[in-house]
């Protein structure tokens, strides 16, 4: 797990099919305010998944957005980056 850039992560979510690929990085950035939680899952050295999330009002994480290739699936990816998801200068968890 590394902490990773919106762009980063646009381009996990578009390789993942269950995804809608209409959203754009744009949408994205929109979406997503200053401080936001963007968590790159690896494998072998490239992006294997993703995790997005942000401060919500009380303080909390909201994991909003997030996902693992179909090539790394069922290797406990999305587990990992349920458990290292901490909002970047608050130390807020899911």
């Given at each position: 797990m590394r902490p990773g850039t919106i762009a980063e992560a646009w381009q996990v979510?578009?390789?993942i099919p269950e995804f809608d690929r209409r959203r754009s990085l744009a949408q994205l950035q929109d979406r997503l305010p200053?401080?936001?939680?963007v968590?790159?899952?690896?494998a072998d050295g490239q992006?294997?998944?993703c995790k997005l999330g942000y401060g919500a009002e009380?303080?909390?994480?909201?994991s909003w957005l997030g996902g693992v290739l179909?090539?790394?699936?069922k290797t406990g990816l999305a587990q990992r980056l349920l458990e290292?998801?901490?909002?970047?200068?608050?130390g807020s968890t899911i």
């Open positions: 979510l578009q390789a200053a401080g936001a939680l968590l790159i899952a690896q992006p294997a998944g009380d303080g909390s994480l909201y179909p090539a790394h699936r290292d998801a901490t909002l970047p200068n608050t």
